[in-house]
């Protein structure tokens, strides 16, 4: 079956999208369309530029008898801080504040678009870094990591508090929280990665880092590599921060309860991904 070269495109853009970081051969898409591997290489440079023009991502060639096309996502500054600042009143809503101080966000994890797209733009950050799995600790934090890795073409590892007997063997560690300095546990699939991952944490709130630091020290029972830590959500005003190196897209600033104020503004993500400019 001969395809025309509009239907090339719409199918050659939703695999490239479906399978990004993936490496595609010219072939495969030539025996796909029955078209000569000039004519696909012409319709791949049609999708290169529009993707770039449009801020989607980007079409890698890879040169060589072994080598393809490799997409990677990719957010515009025009299509990443609108969203952040849209994110950013959703969190100031007042309606948020729980008892203690706390804030209600299972919503805004619920809701699949602002999950997709948040998802996309911390990928977007770490689309070249070398990563082999997503990890992230049960259970709010499970959306937001399964977006990232979506777009990373990689699959998640779920940490969590007590061993399931599904799960099969596990390792599992203490670890003191940075805010409230008690001892706690988290656990581990010994099945669910292999030693020496590459592994980039996502999680939906950081204040002190104490989590992160423990799946980091996890990490270490596998012979892992931390690759990056990204959050939704991080608190600013923390004494001690146990973790330095981190991206996060909306920062939270001060919670008044008696005022029923929530401030918050952009993370860190704007100021790092385009500190050159």
């Known amino acids: 079956m001969k395809f025309r070269?509009?239907?090339?495109?719409?199918?050659?853009?939703?695999?490239?999208?479906?399978h990004p970081r993936q490496l595609v051969p010219l072939t495969f898409f030539a025996e796909r369309y029955a078209s000569a591997k000039s004519s696909i290489s012409e319709d791949l440079a049609i999708i290169k530029e529009t993707f770039e023009n449009r801020g989607i991502g980007t079409i890698q060639t890879v040169p060589g008898a072994s080598?393809?096309?490799?997409f990677f996502v990719k957010v515009s500054r025009e299509q990443a801080e609108p969203f952040i600042n849209e994110l950013c009143e959703l969190i100031a809503n007042p309606d948020r504040l729980l008892p203690g101080g706390y804030l209600y966000l299972t919503d805004i994890l619920g809701n699949p678009q602002v999950v997709q797209k948040a998802g996309r733009i911390?990928?977007?950050?770490?689309?070249?870094?070398?990563?082999?799995?997503?990890?992230?600790v049960a259970t709010?934090?499970?959306p937001l990591a399964y977006a990232v890795a979506s777009q990373l073409n990689v699959p998640v590892v779920i940490?969590?508090?007590?061993s399931k007997v599904t799960e099969g063997p596990t390792v599992s560690i203490n670890y003191v929280s940075g805010s409230t300095k008690r001892i706690?546990?988290?656990?581990?699939?010994?099945?669910s990665m292999r030693e020496g991952s590459r592994v980039l944490i996502v999680d939906d709130f950081m204040k002190a880092g104490g989590t992160v630091m423990g799946m980091i020290s996890l990490l270490e029972e596998f012979n892992g590599h931390l690759a990056g830590i990204a959050v939704l959500v991080e608190a600013e005003k923390?004494?001690?921060?146990?973790?330095?190196e981190y991206t996060s897209l909306v920062?939270?600033?001060?919670v008044d309860v008696k005022e029923k104020e929530i401030n918050v503004q952009p993370g860190n993500f704007l100021k790092n991904k385009w500190r050159e400019k």
Do not use: H
């Not at 911390?122 to 992230?136: G, L």
């Not at 940490?159 to 007590?162: E, F, L, Y």
């Open 67 to 70: 080598g393809g096309v490799k």
């Open 251 to 254: 920062q939270l600033s001060d």
């Open 5 to 18: 070269r509009s239907e090339r495109l719409i199918d050659m853009t939703n695999y490239l999208l479906d």
């Open 140 to 142: 709010k934090g499970i």
């Open 184 to 191: 706690q546990t988290m656990v581990l699939s010994k099945r």
């Open 238 to 244: 923390i004494q001690e921060r146990l973790v330095d």
């Open 159 to 162: 940490v969590r508090r007590d």
């Open 122 to 136: 911390i990928a977007s950050a770490y689309t070249e870094t070398k990563i082999d799995v997503v990890m992230t």
